[in-house]
C-alpha cells in the first residue's frame, strides 16, 4: 500500500512540476536572453534540472517555485558570465534571431527606431542596473521579488532599478 501511496505523492508532485513549468518556461528563457546568455534555453533548462531535484522542497508553492527559478537563472547568468568572456549582446541574438526566421513586413512595421535605441540603451547599462531593470519592466516583478531575485534588500532593488532608469534616460537623450 505503501508503494501506492508515494507513487500517487510522485504523480501529484510532476503535476504541480509540469505546471510550474508551463507557467514559467517561455518568459524565462526571454529573461535569460534579455540578460544577455547566449545559451538561454540550456540555462532555463538548468534551473528547472534544479528545481526537479529539490521538488519535494516546494510543496504546491508556486510562488516559491518561481522566485527560485528566477533566483537560479540570474545566477546561472552571471556565472556564465564570469567563466566565459561574454563577446555577444542582446543585440547581435535578436540580430540572429533575424537571420534565423525571416521577419514579416508586419514584424517589421512594428519594430520602431524607438524600441531598438531602448533595447540598445539597456544594453549599455551596467550589470545590475540591467537586471533590475529588466525584472521590473520585462517580468513585471515587484520590488521585493526583484531583491528576492538578485540576493539584496528592497531598499537596494529600489535603488538599482531607480539608478537604471536615470541610465537609460541619459543614453536616450543622446543622439
Known sequence: M???VRAASAAATDGAFAAVFDANAARLVRFAAFLGAEDAEDVVQEAFCRLYARRATFTGDVHQA???????????VR???????????????HHRDA?????SVELLSQA???????????????RR???????????????S???????????AAKSAV???????HRHLEQP
Do not use: K, Q
Open 2 to 4: 505503501t508503494g501506492d
Open 66 to 76: 518561481g522566485a527560485y527559478l528566477h533566483r537560479t537563472v540570474l545566477n546561472l
Open 79 to 93: 556565472d556564465r558570465g564570469r567563466r566565459h568572456v561574454r563577446t555577444v549582446r542582446i543585440l547581435r541574438l
Open 99 to 103: 537571420e534565423r526566421v525571416a521577419p
Open 112 to 126: 520602431s527606431e524607438e524600441g531598438r535605441r531602448l533595447v540598445a540603451a539597456l544594453g549599455c547599462l551596467p
Open 129 to 143: 542596473r540591467r537586471e533590475a531593470v529588466t525584472l521590473r519592466f520585462w517580468l513585471d516583478l515587484s520590488y
Open 145 to 155: 521579488e526583484i531583491a528576492a531575485a538578485m540576493g539584496t534588500s528592497v531598499g
Open 162 to 168: 531607480s539608478r537604471g532608469i536615470d541610465d537609460l
